[in-house]
């Protein structure tokens, strides 16, 4: 054939062969352009069958036109041969790239989602590939894949040229479904390429043995090896992506290649880059506590935060929250290590030592780049100057980050105790506060403003902690904790009317005490008007737009904003594993509250997450594990018991539901209990007329999380009773009800 021209096709060279074809590169002596033929062997040329496959594979490719795909030219016949004219690729097929070595885990990752880029492509123009494998795969010389041979492709536009129970493909990369001669759709690529990704990682395949009988065997009744067994490089999530779509049913797969992908796309192999370019951004690290009083460590945490506060005010700075940036609290890690994990190009960071009536507080100015001390300083005062010596700090950083500003702005003025005792007080506040112990936090904000009765952050600070007390931690009844969050709140804008967090915790009660839904909004909008770089604020946000607005995208960008400014702040994640949980996609949820749980096996919240997952999907014996870690690292709070009681129950463990109704009766007898989730226990026991008498129960009690009662999926099956209509109706929340309809549809 070499040398041979066919139609207006010379050909050059062989450039390989299979079972349903021969592979020649040629010259396009029209065009003048260099070409790959594939011929049918001659020998099927007379099997009607071979040759409608042939054909069938042209049509199937000349479909599609996606860079990830070998462009078809065209189909022809000439002296007696069939052939089909594509693309020349110079490059190499992966099956030679997967055997010349080990493959970098971004590389893989990268041509993966090229692969599943094309099949996606594919797949919503109607056509199966059926026998993706790494052979049919080409890498262009740039590293771009090119996926090829559509010969056992099915069209569902088509007709589907394989008969009944005849297995057709390629052994190792076969589904379940495949192997058994099955009916197959989409998934099968997706099986396919979850067993190419294996192999691509590791450089083995993840069913083999010498005979395909045996192959099918192991794909059929086997699991493979988890890669992570084989090379521990690999991270835990992309793990996880290979093992879901190697899936034995295929309805526990990734429902199509675009979830696949997304996934696929969401890993971060490397370092966050810096993506702040544009302007200038800081960490301040917590302070190292000197002094001889390790109780001093207040002092040194509360500087670094009011620092913190000071320079999130201020314009074209990105700043990250206390949260992440205390995350490194006692750990000797490398500057550049710090930097990149908190996505900033500077960093603070300083040591105070106090001594009865003086302070001596040294801090520097780091750039993560080089580690270069671009600043800094050493001061020793009277506590009297503290004030002037923060202002002094935040000076020196403002001199150096903002000079290539067109415009400098400085902080606008807090509103600073006349008492330096109050100021003391306050910070002994903010240090409990940040334990979780509210009530000792609140004690101290209030011996601050007994020092100064004008003292606006400590009246902001007390509402923080009392709408927290209700709608966070339910220590409180919100008839009791909400009027008192107002109180302080309105009192502190009395005072200094620019705080933002003072607007927020209006907003939270306006949302979830008073149902003023108005209100609540334009108390939201006003904090982020005043602080748009307070990751506080945009999570208090998010749920307004969740549970009065059902607009999940707009909850999720606010949660994504604050996930910038507070990048390591595990809640903010736990949150947004709860937006896909709230749109359905219960897999990408699980990955996301698992991806928690390997960062931190003991946050309780990952494992309510999961225990959500798991239960809201239906798998309620799955669900058991993660609510027994969950009970375990407590304390059991009504919340989680509620939603073990809601488990129990949809499980079928009547007598365990009851049990935990009876332990949230007996806590009722020594403090309070929130009736919403006594009304959801009922709801998984399907005691409907009980689970809205205690949800009536709330509303009487302005039970703050009744709110809650919007989008989440177990509340689908009331969304038609006539009772819930009522109940979103005394809530002023009657104009969610079709969209929620909308909502719980898959």
């Not at 090829?148 to 009944?164: E, I, P, Q, R, S």
């Not at 307070?534 to 995208?553: G, K």
Request: proline content about 4%; some cysteine; glycine content about 6%.
């Amino acid at each position: 054939m070499i040398g041979k021209t066919i139609s207006h096709y010379k050909i050059l060279d062989k450039l390989g062969e299979g079972g349903m074809g021969v592979v020649y590169k040629a010259e396009d002596t029209k065009l003048k352009r260099t070409v790959a033929l594939k011929f049918l062997p001659q020998e099927l040329t007379r099997d009607k069958e071979a040759k409608e496959r042939f054909f069938q594979e042209a049509q199937a490719a000349a479909a599609l036109d996606h860079p990830n795909i070998c462009t078809v030219h065209e189909i022809d016949e000439a002296e007696g041969k069939t052939f089909i004219a594509m693309a020349y690729i110079k490059g190499e097929s992966l099956k030679e790239k997967i055997a010349s070595g080990t493959m970098k885990i971004d590389k893989a990752l990268d041509i993966a989602i090229q692969i599943a880029e094309g099949l996606g492509e594919a797949h919503e123009k109607g056509i199966i590939h059926r026998d993706i494998k790494p052979a049919n795969v080409l890498l262009t010389e740039k590293a771009q894949a090119k996926i090829t041979d559509f010969g056992l492709a099915k069209l569902t536009w088509g007709v589907d040229l394989t008969k009944t129970a005849t297995i057709m493909g390629t052994a190792s990369y076969m589904s379940p479904e495949q192997a058994k001669g099955e009916k197959v759709d989409h998934r099968t690529d997706i099986w396919s390429l979850g067993a190419m990704l294996y192999e691509i990682l590791t450089g083995k395949l993840p069913f083999k043995s010498r005979r395909d009988q045996a192959v099918i065997y192991s794909i059929i009744n086997e699991d493979p090896e988890p890669i992570t067994n084989i090379r521990k490089d690999i991270p835990k999530k992309l793990e996880r992506i290979v093992q879901r779509s190697l899936e034995k049913d295929q309805q526990n797969r990734y429902r199509d290649m675009g979830a696949l992908l997304a996934e696929l796309k969401s890993i971060n192999l490397k370092p966050k880059s810096i993506s702040f370019a544009d302007k200038p951004s800081i960490a301040v690290l917590p302070f190292v506590n000197m002094s001889a009083d390790p109780e001093n460590e207040y002092f040194s945490d509360g500087l670094a935060e009011e620092l913190i506060n000071a320079l999130t005010k201020i314009q074209d700075l990105h700043v990250v929250a206390r949260t992440s940036s205390f995350a490194f609290k006692g750990e000797k890690a490398d500057i550049r290590e710090i930097g990149q994990g908190l996505n900033v190009k500077t960093l603070l960071e300083g040591s105070v030592r106090k001594a009865g009536n003086r302070v001596r507080i040294t801090a520097q100015l780091v750039k993560v780049e080089d580690g270069y001390h671009l600043w800094s300083e050493r001061y020793d005062r009277n506590m009297e100057d503290v004030f002037a010596i923060q202002d002094e700090i935040t000076e020196k950083i403002m001199d150096k980050l903002m000079a290539a500003l067109e415009v400098r702005k400085k902080p606008p003025e807090e509103h600073r105790p006349a008492n330096l005792e109050a100021y003391d007080l306050y910070l002994k506040g903010r240090y409990y506060w940040y334990k979780l112990s509210i009530d000792k936090a609140i004690t101290y904000y209030k011996q601050a403003i007994d020092k100064d009765p004008d003292y606006a952050l400590a009246y902001a600070a007390i509402a923080e902690a009392y709408t927290m007390l209700s709608i966070g931690f339910d220590i409180l009844p919100s008839k009791d904790a909400m009027p008192k969050a107002r109180e302080a709140a309105q009192k502190a804008l009395e005072l200094d009317p620019t705080l933002a967090e003072a607007y927020g915790s209006l907003g939270l009660v306006a949302l979830s005490y008073d149902w003023d839904h108005s209100s609540a909004k334009k108390y939201f909008q006003k904090a982020l008007k005043l602080n748009p770089n307070s990751a506080i604020v945009h999570q208090w946000v998010e749920i307004y737009w969740t549970y009065i607005e059902a607009n999940i995208e707009e909850a999720t960008a606010h949660l994504e904003r604050a996930q910038e400014l507070d990048p390591l702040n595990l809640m903010i994640k736990v949150r947004l594993g709860f937006m896909s949980l709230f749109l359905r996609d219960w897999d990408r949820a699980a990955d996301q509250f698992k991806e928690i749980i390997d960062f931190e096996p003991n946050y309780v919240l990952g494992h309510l997450g999961l225990l959500t997952v798991y239960g809201w999907k239906g798998m309620y014996d799955e669900a058991l594990a993660p609510g027994e870690k969950m009970l375990e690292l407590g304390p059991p709070t009504v919340a989680y018991i509620g939603n073990m009681g809601y488990i129990s129950a949809k499980q079928g463990n009547k007598n365990k539901a009851y049990e935990f109704l009876a332990e949230l009766e007996e806590r009722s007898k020594k403090g309070y209990v929130s009736s919403f989730w006594v009304a959801v226990i009922y709801l998984g026991l399907d005691e409907k007329d009980k689970t809205f008498e205690w949800f009536d129960k709330a509303y009487e009690e302005r039970d703050s999380n009744l709110i809650y009662v919007t989008v989440p999926p177990p509340f689908d099956p009331l969304r038609s009773d006539p009772r819930y209509k009522k109940l979103l109706k005394k809530m002023g929340l009657e104009y969610l009800l079709e969209k929620l309809k909308s909502l719980a549809k898959p």
